[in-house]
């Protein structure tokens, strides 16, 4: 397993903007295709946005589709987030997650690492 840290969520008004990145321990980080979830207060986790091992393929939900960006940098070790024109609907907690097949399907149950998530807020 890898070790998943995530950072950069806050209180943001609607229409702005958040970066949030996901630090990774150990030298096996490309080896794991990376996604991230949300959870919103008594919700169920829902996917967001998934990236391949090398960060040439990326997926998104519906939701986050034209908005969100996600992308990887393996010599860092670090995978982002990058969201823009937030809406309210967009609070949760946003947690990344880690992938040992390479698929970026973004079933819940296919990840095994997961971080401790990090609070994203957007005021209307």
Known sequence: QVQLVE???G???AGGSLRLSCAASGRTFSLYAMAWFRQAP???RDFVASISRTGGTTSYADSAKG???ISRDNVKNTVYLQMNNLKAEDTAVYYCAA???GSIAGR???YDSWGQGTQ???SS
């Open 42 to 44: 008594g919700k169920e």
């Open 120 to 122: 994203v807020t957007v």
């Open 108 to 110: 819940l149950g296919d």
């Open 11 to 13: 209180l943001v008004q």
């Open 67 to 69: 908005r969100f960006t």
């Open 7 to 9: 950072s950069g969520g």
């Open 99 to 101: 992938e040992r097949t």
